[in-house]
């Protein structure tokens, strides 16, 4: 930076030399001493672009501390040291991560459902006391479930129903775990509303506000309503206790 700025130096004090009003006989003196301005321009110049080429040398890289040559790693005078430093530094990151998890667990474990809610998810009833032909309507989870105890009779019509009669075509079979109880859900599926048991063309449940007929299989046979009464989850934990849910 200092070469350049000498040269600029040079060449600005040349120029203005050049520029001024000259007394008489002076001309003659600026005429040799010019060339002599314009050998030392260049050969400034030259030992700038040799010296702009050159990697610099390592004392030239401007270090204050000396933190380069005298703090690298490969010349750290206790070598044990390193390997308690990566100790040290694996533990702590270690403990993070171990902290971490245990708060992620928390967090997940803090969503799932608690030990009363998972009750409310299934209920079991003990239907014992219901009679073929009877109907109870028992709740799950906020919904009307009707369990009706089918006599013989009511088995054998429902089993005989052709597919082709049926507006949701589902058999039977498909829709009750034993042939003498069945579990649908209380809820028309025309617009919700909650069939009367024992009613209807076919004797199984009639929706009032529409006009839905569902036979003892809990099917739709007549009106507006698209689809079979929905049988819910369950299963049978004894001779007469059904789980639902
Ligand atoms: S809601 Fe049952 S028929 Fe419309």
New binding site residues.
Partial sequence: MNALRLASRLSTRAAAASSQVLPRGAGASLSLIAPRIEATQSQTLSSLATSTNKAPALHELGSVDHGFTDDRVDRIAEPERRAFTYLLLSGVRFAYASTARVLVVKFVSSMSASADVLALASAEFDVSAVSPGKTITVKWRGKPVFIRHRTPAEIATEATVPLSALRDEESDEDRVLQPEWLVVLGI??????V?ISGAGDFNGWF??????HYDVSGRIRK???PLNLEVPPYKFTGDAKILIG
Avoid: E, K
């Avoid at 929706?207 to 839905?212: I, L």
């Fill in positions: 028309c599926t025309h617009l919700g509303c069939p929706c009032p506000c529409h006009g839905s009106g507006p309503a």
